[in-house]
């Protein structure tokens, strides 16, 4: 059974720093691209970041690049969220999905999230 | 970056109703468009992948078409577990953008 399961959420101050969790489970880890997807409270969905099989190639949201970066372990199973610089507007839900492919133009959409952890930045 | 535009933005509906929800996309993403289902707090649900191909699991009264810069999710007959948010994403090239949801609510 594939399981994604994130951690690392919790309370912060602006301008402080987290770094969330994602650890994967039931397939082959390195075989997917994975994306980071949150959302705020009242909003919509707002994907965040994504990365491919192998960590080579990363993508970001204009809102988040150049504080936020995204990384993998494909030996530990585990993606990655650095978030930094951390803003009262990056309070939101976020999810870890699989993207059902390995990069690149995705035909096949995200078939699997997490549930998410909750990150709130508030003073 | 490619901006994804739904419309409705809402809509009210009854049991067996036919609905339908448009995306657009700011240039041409080919077939990379998919739709998710929202529910307050489930994870979203892919429902249609590659713009008209139903994941495996979803009900057959879902139906996605289009191509190009145009997008159509249907729902033959909306049943009760249908009300939810459900939002397009394009999946051509990064950042992957989501549309900003249609929020399909009991009439």
């Known amino acids: 059974e594939v399981q994604l399961v994130e951690s690392g959420g919790g309370v912060v101050r602006p301008g402080g720093s987290l770094r969330l969790s994602c650890a994967a489970s039931g397939f082959t880890f390195d075989n997917y691209a994975m994306s980071w997807v949150r959302q705020a409270p009242g909003k919509g969905l707002e994907w965040v970041s994504g990365i491919n099989w192998n960590g080579g190639s990363t993508g970001y949201a204009d809102s988040v690049k150049g504080r936020f970066t995204i990384s993998r372990d494909n030996a530990k199973n585990s993606l990655y969220l650095q978030m930094n610089s951390l803003r009262t507007e990056d309070t939101a839900l976020y999810h870890c999905?699989?993207?059902?492919?390995?990069?690149?133009?995705?035909?096949?959409?995200?078939?699997?999230w997490g549930q998410g952890t909750q990150v709130t930045v508030s003073s | 970056d490619i901006q994804m535009t739904q419309s409705p933005s809402s809509l009210s509906a009854s049991v067996g109703d036919r609905v339908t929800i448009t995306c657009r996309a700011s240039?041409?993403?080919?077939?990379?468009l998919n739709w998710y289902q929202k529910k307050p707090g489930k994870a979203p649900n892919l429902l249609i992948y590659g713009a008209s191909n139903l994941q495996s699991g979803v009900p057959s009264r879902f139906s996605g078409s289009g191509s190009g810069t145009d997008f159509t999710l249907t729902i033959s007959s909306l049943q009760p577990e249908d009300f939810a948010t459900y939002y397009c994403q394009q999946s051509y090239s990064t950042p992957r953008t989501f549309g900003q949801g249609t929020k399909v609510e009991i009439k």
């Open positions: 240039q041409t993403i080919s077939s990379y």
């Open positions: 999905a699989r993207e059902d492919c390995s990069g690149g133009s995705c035909y096949s959409g995200s078939g699997y």
